[in-house]
Nanobody, 127 residues
Framework: QVQLVESGGGLVQAGGSLRLSCAAS????????MGWFRQAPGKEREFVAG????????KYADSVKGRFTISRDNAKNTVYLQMNSLKPEDTAVYYC????????????????????WGQGTQVTVSS
C-alpha cells in the first residue's frame, strides 16, 4: 500500500520560509514522478511543482517560480518543497502526490494524473 505523509507546514509571516517534506512508502519511490499541489479554502486544488524520478527535471506553477524549489532524496524516499518569500496568497493545504505509473514531468500539472495523495499539511502566511 502506497502511503504519502506530509510534514513541515505551519504559520509564518509574509516573506518567511518553510520546508515541506513528503515521506513515501509502499513501493520503489525512485521510479516515480512526484508532485506538490495546494488547495485554498473555496478554491480548486492547483498544481505547485513536479519533479521527475531522478530529480533532474522539474516544473513549477508560474505563481511560485523563483520562490519555491522542489527536490527529492531517493535514498530517503522523500520529496521536499522549499518555500521562500512566502506571500499571504500561498496560504493553503499542501499535498504531495504520486502517480500509478510513469508520468512525464510535463504532464505532472494535472491532478487527475495522480493516484496517491497525502493527507495534506496546512501552510498559513500572515501579512
Amino acid at each position: 500500500q502506497v502511503q504519502l505523509v506530509e510534514s513541515g507546514g505551519g504559520l509564518v509571516q509574509a516573506g518567511g520560509s518553510l520546508r515541506l517534506s513528503c515521506a513515501a512508502s509502499g513501493r520503489t519511490f525512485s521510479r516515480y514522478t512526484m508532485g506538490w499541489f495546494r488547495q485554498a479554502p473555496g478554491k480548486e486544488r492547483e498544481f505547485v511543482a513536479g519533479i521527475g524520478s531522478s530529480g533532474v527535471v522539474t516544473k513549477y506553477a508560474d505563481s511560485v517560480k523563483g520562490r519555491f524549489t522542489i527536490s527529492r532524496d531517493n535514498a530517503k524516499n522523500t520529496v521536499y518543497l522549499q518555500m521562500n518569500s512566502l506571500k499571504p496568497e500561498d496560504t493553503a493545504v499542501y499535498y504531495c502526490a504520486s502517480p500509478n505509473g510513469p508520468l512525464a514531468v510535463a504532464r505532472s500539472t494535472y491532478a487527475n494524473s495522480y493516484a496517491y495523495w497525502g493527507q495534506g499539511t496546512q501552510v498559513t502566511v500572515s501579512s
